[in-house]
């Protein structure tokens, strides 16, 4: 039996059972599709192409020690597919399922009943521990730990060989260019290329400050895992990771094993986000809260510009969105900050707060990133607001300025008690110090006290709008489809993502 295996954002040999089913029933013919229409969406960057455009080329050689080359193909899925079905005796697809954008979800619906009509099998195999259809979060968590306790799969030593493939011109790897973002620079995508030696130096060095380091910006670059971009591609297996960092924690002590369970931690949170948009796919579009339409429909040119190029007048706030545009990463709290202070104190409208930042990340991951923007944005009604002070967060987590000044240079020559605050500079200071407002770095683009309060006399007044009845059943329903826990729930139906309407 020949055997499609369609390789998505699952670009590895190691624990993919796709591929172990496949080897299992006969011969395999591996594919990866590059789909231009994907790469026009509006989450979608330049920068998330390179980094994978660069796994792909890893998979490829990889498979081709295996004595199989991987067939790179261009164009829609369902065009592709078909002309594989036409050019090779294929018997089944194997693949694995995908939590990804509205976009990816239209495709994969495509592509069943392309296959449907073809009169082929498609076997989806479960990638993390998010289940379709699930009837209730009640049964998530024991669901999710079997999944992550169970048997990883060993890498295939050997293909079958179906197919001789020369390796892809150039031409097919190159894609309209996008304007909003700069390319990743060389030495960025170097970063990358070596998964498994980010994953040891995490392992078994980089971990024992993990926690310490965590919210601190300057040094989070280094000792968080950095092992987002190789988990949103696919290159890493979730599974593996978990039940690696649990074994190597028993066997450590002190820093090093309070790291490796922190992490341990967040890659449970990683699955718990994804079921979230898994069961309710609209979360792309609308808020989490329904009652929460409408709250942000205003638009603020000058904020969002600002905000978005790190020119708002608020040094950690730029130098976190600057860092961001720079390098496609940046720490949690610096991501949770720069959407709190855009959702709150700008008031701009989390969904398009949601496109720019998913541009910005290299490691986009639709299932995480939604869920979190609305957690931070204020718009689940299940998590307290969270209104980051940005001078607070600045003095406590940055205090010498090491990463203000990195990123935001015009600033660099401030002592450290102007630093965070330099709009109280007088005109001689600005001049001592070479950086004169307005000229050299902005004004606040709004006074801090101020947009804080009225961002909560907004929230107030729109809750009046709604008899406490109606806001106390509707946080109800959405704890019951949504919210954490291992105790049972009363139970609510779950939404198919083909019973949504996705135009109400």
């Not at 895992?225 to 696919?234: A, D, F, I, T």
Request: hydrophobic share 35%; glycine share 4%.
């Amino acid at each position: 039996m020949l055997t499609l295996v369609w390789f998505k954002r699952d670009l590895r040999l190691d624990d993919h059972e796709p591929l172990h089913r496949a080897l299992a029933a006969g011969a395999v013919l591996p594919v990866y599709i590059i789909e231009p229409d994907y790469w026009r969406q509006p989450d979608t960057s330049t920068r998330q192409w390179q980094l994978t455009a660069q796994a792909v080329q890893q998979l490829d050689a990889a498979l081709r020690k295996l004595g199989q080359p991987l067939l790179v193909r261009r164009g829609p899925a369902t065009q592709v597919i078909r002309q594989l079905l036409q050019q090779f005796p294929i018997q089944q697809v194997c693949s694995h399922q995908e939590t990804g954008n509205l976009w990816t979800y239209q495709r994969d619906e495509a592509v069943g009943r392309l296959l449907q009509e073809c009169g082929i099998v498609w076997q989806q195999c479960r990638q993390h521990a998010v289940f379709r259809r699930l009837s209730s979060r009640d049964l998530w968590f024991s669901q999710a730990d079997a999944f992550l306790r169970s048997p990883c799969l060993p890498a295939p030593d050997h293909l079958p060989f179906v197919w001789p493939e020369p390796p892809p011109p150039d031409s097919i790897w190159q894609l309209p260019p996008r304007h909003e973002l700069a390319p990743l620079a060389a030495q960025q995508l170097v970063f990358y290329q070596q998964p498994s030696q980010l994953l040891q130096s995490f392992l078994h060095t980089r971990s024992r400050q993990y926690r310490t380091h965590i919210s601190l910006p300057a040094k989070a670059e280094t000792s968080c895992s950095r092992l987002s971009v190789p988990l949103s591609l696919g290159q890493l297996s979730l599974r593996r990771l978990q039940q690696d960092c649990y074994q190597l924690s028993k066997h450590s002590s002190g820093q090093h094993q309070l790291g490796l369970q922190a992490l341990f931690s967040r890659l449970r949170w990683h699955c718990h986000f994804m079921q979230k948009l898994e069961d309710e796919p609209a979360l792309e579009f609308f808020p989490m809260q329904p009652l929460y339409r409408g709250l942000r429909n205003e638009h603020h040119p000058a904020y969002w510009q600002a905000w978005s190029t790190g020119f708002t007048g608020y040094p950690l706030i730029d130098a976190a969105m600057r860092c961001l545009r720079s390098t496609g990463w940046l720490h949690f709290r610096g991501r949770a900050m720069l959407t709190a202070f855009a959702s709150y104190q700008l008031w701009l409208d989390w969904r398009s707060v949601a496109l720019h930042l998913a541009r910005c990340f290299n490691d986009y991951e639709p299932g995480i990133h939604y869920p979190q923007i609305q957690m931070q944005a204020g718009t689940t009604s299940i998590n307290p607001n969270r209104m980051y002070n940005p001078l607070k967060q600045s003095q406590q987590k940055d205090p010498r300025g090491d990463f203000i000044r990195r990123w935001c240079p015009e600033l660099a020559a401030l002592p450290d008690n102007w630093l965070h605050q330099p709009w109280l500079l007088t005109h001689n200071l600005q001049l001592q110090y070479h950086c004169v407002l307005e000229r050299d770095y902005p004004l606040p683009v709004v006074d801090l006290v101020t947009a804080t309060r009225l961002a909560r006399q907004r929230i107030s007044a729109w809750h009046q709008q709604h008899p406490n009845t109606e806001w106390q059943q509707s946080r109800t329903q959405v704890m019951t489809r949504h919210a954490s826990r291992k105790r049972p729930q009363p139970k609510a139906k779950t939404v198919n993502r083909a019973q949504l309407d996705f135009d109400w």
